[in-house]
């Protein structure tokens, strides 16, 4: 008797887990499809507005900026995460922090007014890059190039472990070698990864390039800081910015998971 009674009860925590994993998942799937099921009152509005000159315009600034901090992240990134990997020095978990935790935590806008004091019109080393596209990158290479090390430094950690490097050194392989043909290969679909979720959020950025590149029509205007100045009037050119960005980086995160799961 016990033992069914307990066996019941373990059916009754199984489904309670279930029905709280339940919530979460409809509330997150939800809150995604909603823009779509908002568009249909809208239909026709919201379709035409996808011409809209200036919705392309913030749309290519969008696209552009985050293809250019991708590639950045890939430059710089790989190389960080590499160091992180292999070497070990006093204070490293700190500086590994600030560099890679830190950054993807950090209050954007916080980071936007960080950049306007470091390259501003008054910027110590006279430097004034705010309200232009390079400010655009700066602010998105901040946030999203840590996506990149993170990846790439968990999976390199990983390959030194199993020792395969320390073989390739004792068949005569200099560290650069080791690098490209035993790190990069192996190592490619979690840089791949990390390049993604780094695309993703680089098209999403808003904090910090609303404050240290402005909202200059045609110049500095991405899709983010557009819906921002129309949210407040919730038009129907907001809605289709949303499920412009919102889509584009969706596709881009299921794509990369198809690609890396064949």
């Not at 030194?160 to 290969?185: C, D």
Request: with cysteine.
């Amino acid at each position: 008797m016990n033992y069914i009674n307990k066996k019941n009860s373990t059916k009754h925590l199984i489904i309670v887990l279930y029905a709280l994993a339940g919530v979460l998942l409809c509330f997150s799937i939800l809150t995604f499809l909603y823009q779509y099921i908002a568009a249909v009152g809208s239909f026709r509005g919201v379709v035409s507005a996808f011409g809209n000159n200036r919705i392309l315009t913030a749309l290519w600034l969008s696209l552009t900026s985050a293809f250019i901090v991708a590639i950045l992240s890939i430059l710089l990134g790989v190389p960080l995460a590499y160091f992180f990997a292999m070497k070990d020095f006093p204070g490293k978990a700190i500086i590994e922090t600030l560099a890679v935790d830190v950054p993807q935590t950090f209050p954007p806008i916080a980071e936007g007014m960080i950049f306007l004091l470091m390259f501003g019109k008054d910027s110590p080393l006279h430097i004034n890059l705010a309200f232009t596209f390079t400010a655009l990158v700066i602010a998105k290479l901040f946030i999203c190039a840590p996506f990149v090390v993170s990846f790439t430094a968990r999976r390199f950690r990983e390959i030194k472990q199993s020792g395969i490097n320390l073989t390739a050194r004792s068949l005569g392989a200099n560290p650069f070698q080791v690098f490209m043909t035993i790190f990069l290969p192996l190592g490619l679909k979690d840089i791949g990864a990390g390049v993604a979720l780094c695309w993703s959020r680089a098209m999403g950025e808003l904090g910090g390039s609303l404050l240290f590149a402005g909202v200059i029509i045609g110049k500095t205007e991405i899709i983010p800081t557009f819906i921002a100045t129309q949210a407040n009037t919730l038009t129907v050119e907001a809605l289709a910015a949303t499920i412009l960005v919102t889509t584009a980086s969706t596709i881009a995160l299921i794509s990369f998971k198809r690609l890396s799961n064949k």
